[in-house]
């Protein structure tokens, strides 16, 4: 199965003009982007200036919001803004896009602030440069017609930033709150590479932050930047076919704490209670390795991955049901193929069944050890016949 597919490579980070850029160095026409921005009523406000543009060697496009001098420009809401792109008329894909770009760094700024969505006053992001940014990028990505977008880890940038909360390190706040759950870079430039526009658009549009496993490349576009990094101040953006793109084999993504701690002191009969209980309390996954630790000692290293939400209630029972005094925790994002539960029904009684479908498509199956377990108990029949027995059955159950 194959899909049309756009990939984003960010190694220089994303900008709402680099975007713009890059979408009609890929097969936008400029004409047709700046004909629909001029149906937004703030037309009279800017001029878009789309022209080759170059860095450091890379030929690309350049897209420049040239602001008209002597007209007062507001702060606006996001009530304002979805009102505006409401009365342009675009179509719904368009819109919704748009929209969704806009109330996404609304929903990031009013989580910095503590305040309510619309409680909060755009300032970049409601200044004219930024609305053409993003609905020129929900024009240019309605008209590309995509199924499925890709990106790579994006470049964010090193240093500080000056924003509205003063000096801050790169991500900027809104930034880094959008991007959270995204595989980012960090110090490959030196300032802000990724802006909260730009984040906001990689937020809304991409499905899969990997790259594509086999693309096909129909066209190659380059937007370039208005700053000077010492890597080109430009992003890359691929069209093609690819394959194996169904949305249903997307990685599943799970984002965690782990906690860890080094135990040298306590019997080995213990740890089995120890691990039962931080089970019952929450823990998703608990495992133990052998290590050797100060003065040749040998020991155990305890790791567990916890929801946030159970972090406490886990924590208590570690330090209650062993003899650690401390533990070391680090947030863990986890990547799962897509799997499902089924029991079947087999002739030998009922079996929970794990199924996982892999990126091409194929699927693998394990039945469950405690199902195999007590039906070889029940039978009066040892493990490997009756799990072998089993996995026939449901082999030909699952094809």
């Known amino acids: 199965m194959t899909q049309r597919a756009l990939f984003y490579e960010c190694f220089a980070g994303i900008a709402g003009d680099m975007h713009l850029g890059a979408l009609v160095d890929v097969g936008v026409p400029a ?152 595989p980012l870079r ?35 576009g380059y937007g370039i930047g208005q700053k000077d990094f010492a890597v080109p101040n430009a992003m890359r953006m691929t069209l093609g076919e690819a394959r194996d793109a169904d949305p249903e084999l997307a990685l599943e993504t799970e984002t965690n704490l782990e906690v ?19 089970f019952a309390k929450g823990a998703k996954d608990v495992f133990l390795t052998p290590i050797v630790m100060k003065k040749s000692r040998p020991g155990t290293k305890l790791s567990l991955l916890v929801d946030e939400s159970r972090l406490d209630a886990v924590l208590e029972a570690l330090f209650a049901g062993s003899t650690t005094i401390g533990a070391r925790l680090r947030q863990v994002t986890k990547r799962m193929l897509p799997r499902e539960e089924r029991t079947l029904a087999t002739s030998l009684g009922d079996v929970g069944v794990k199924i996982v479908t892999l990126p091409s498509g194929s699927r693998r199956w394990k039945v469950e050890h405690d199902d195999i377990a007590a039906i070889a108990e029940r039978l009066g029949s040892d493990y490997l016949t009756t799990k072998a027995a089993l996995s026939r059955e449901v082999d030909a159950a699952i094809k």
Not at 260 to 277: H, V, Y
């Open 186 to 220: 960090y110090g490959g430039v030196d300032g802000e590479a990724t802006t909260p526009t730009g984040a906001a658009i990689l937020s809304t549009v991409v499905d899969r932050f990997v790259a594509p496993q086999d693309l096909t490349a129909s066209a190659i």
């Open 31 to 182: 004409e047709h982007l700046v004909r629909e921005l001029n149906r937004l009523e703030l037309a009279d406000e800017f001029d878009l200036v789309i022209e080759p543009g170059k860095k450091m060697g890379i030929t690309g496009t350049r897209a420049t919001v040239r602001l008209v001098e002597g007209i007062d420009r507001p702060h606006r809401h996001l009530s304002t803004i979805k009102g505006i792109l409401q009365r342009a008329g675009y179509p719904p894909r368009v819109e919704e896009l748009a929209v969704s770009m806009f109330t996404t760094i609304a929903v990031a700024e009013a989580k910095i602030h503590g305040t309510t969505v619309e409680a909060i006053h755009f300032h970049e992001v409601g200044a004219t440069d930024s609305i053409v940014d993003v609905a020129g990028a929900a024009i240019g990505i309605d008209y590309l017609d995509i199924d499925v977008a890709y990106c790579s880890p994006i470049e964010v940038g090193g240093g500080l930033v000056r924003c509205e909360h003063g000096l801050m390190p790169v991500p900027a706040p809104a930034t880094a709150e959008i991007l959270k759950h995204a």
């Open 260 to 278: 860890e701690c080094n135990i040298d002191d306590m019997t080995p009969e213990a740890f089995g209670p120890l691990t039962e209980n931080l």
